[in-house]
């Protein structure tokens, strides 16, 4: 029932290259790589683009340097896989930016607190993944049909992502319409304005919560919902529970960074959700096929590499397209404000001398 993979075993399940030392050494690289992220967050600053680029080319960098090292170590297969995986899972991460870039907006959120808010979403995601992955593993070593299950829930995903992509309304979002914040509210009361990174203040001598605290609670109730797509799709990748663990870490650990890089660009890449929809539904597709041939041999299965060159021409496609697209609406913009200048002007000119 594994998905193509040459690697050791671990307990007897799912085959994987995670040895009990490579498993502690990530860990605690990441663990590392968090505490960095908090040092450098400690005073609320506003990030420039410098830094945010240098980061950005620091967190891309870090996991090529370390699919170059499995490769070497564990053959293009694997390498093939974590590459793949990493792809993925870093595509799904620029719509989890979008979604973080409207509950930021949402909320109001100063500039300076803007990235202490996007670390606390980080962290929960990892935790909130790190959760998924076992769950994942434990079902996919427990019954082939768990790989049917996950290719149905990203063909879901996908129709949802292709309706709102298709949808003709304005991506906003009404605070007292979220969920988790109108839950929140039921139980403790919040303070008007936002007290630097502080999660509590005082309403007339009570303990009550701050924005910031209700902003990060949304934040991560969105990662549940994000983690329930994103760990099927890499499982679609890769049987290898370290690699999927890897892939995620790795594409949520640049995200603060990434979030300033591409704030501006976002806006832009108006065919993205169409393009993460035909991932998703190739994705789900291929984890139902890989489900016919545990069962029918004969069922045909998608190989990693073609995987790969599929998902890098939708995510190139999808780019050029929104480029394109973006660029057209800006000159149709300056033209309708070019010409409804002009028209204002020549009233002006006709109008009668008094």
């Known amino acids: 029932m594994l998905l193509p993979h040459a690697a050791a075993t671990s307990g007897g399940g799912l085959e994987t290259i995670g040895t009990p030392t490579l498993w502690a ?15 450098l967050t400690r005073k609320p600053h506003a990030v420039s683009m410098k830094e945010a680029v240098g980061w950005s080319v620091f967190y891309v960098a870090l996991p090529l340097t370390f699919g170059a090292w499995i490769w070497s170590q564990y053959g293009q297969g694997t ?36 990235q202490r808010v996007l670390l606390y979403g980080i962290i929960g995601a990892l935790v909130l993944r790190g959760i998924f992955i076992a769950l994942g593993a434990a079902a996919l070593n427990s019954f082939d049909a768990a790989f049917l299950v996950f290719g149905a829930i990203l063909l879901i995903t996908g129709i949802k992502l292709l309706k709102d992509a298709l949808s003709d309304e304005e991506h906003e979002m009404d605070v007292d319409q979220i969920k988790s914040v109108r839950f929140v509210r039921r139980f403790m009361p919040v303070t008007k304005d936002y007290e630097g990174p502080r999660m509590f203040g005082r309403i007339d001598g009570k303990r009550a919560l701050t924005p910031f605290a209700l902003v990060t609670i949304a934040v991560l109730a969105t ?93 190139a496609l999808t780019t050029a397209t929104s480029l394109v697209a973006s660029k057209r609406a800006e000159e149709r913009a300056a033209q309708d404000e070019a010409a409804g200048s002009g028209s204002s002007e020549g009233r002006r000119d006709d109008a009668p001398v008094a």
């Open 25 to 39: 050494v990530t860990l605690g690289a990441v663990v590392a790589l968090l505490a960095l992220d908090f040092v």
């Open 79 to 114: 390498g093939v896989e974590y590459l793949t995986g990493y792809l993925v899972e870093k595509s799904l991460s620029v719509d989890n930016l979008f979604v973080f870039m409207l509950l930021l907006t949402a909320f109001a959120v100063p500039k300076e607190l803007q």
């Open 223 to 315: 990662d549940i919902v994000f983690a329930v797509d994103s760990v099927p799709a890499v499982y679609g990748i890769t049987g290898d529970p370290y690699l999927v663990f890897a892939t995620n870490a790795f594409a949520l650990l640049g995200l603060r960074a990434l979030y300033f890089v591409l704030e501006a660009a976002l806006s832009k890449l108006v065919h993205l959700s169409f393009g993460l929809a035909a991932i998703l539904f190739f994705i789900g597709a291929k984890l139902v096929l890989h489900w016919g041939h545990l069962t029918w041999p004969s069922v045909p299965e998608i190989p990693t590499v073609a995987s790969l060159v599929v998902i890098v021409g939708i995510l």
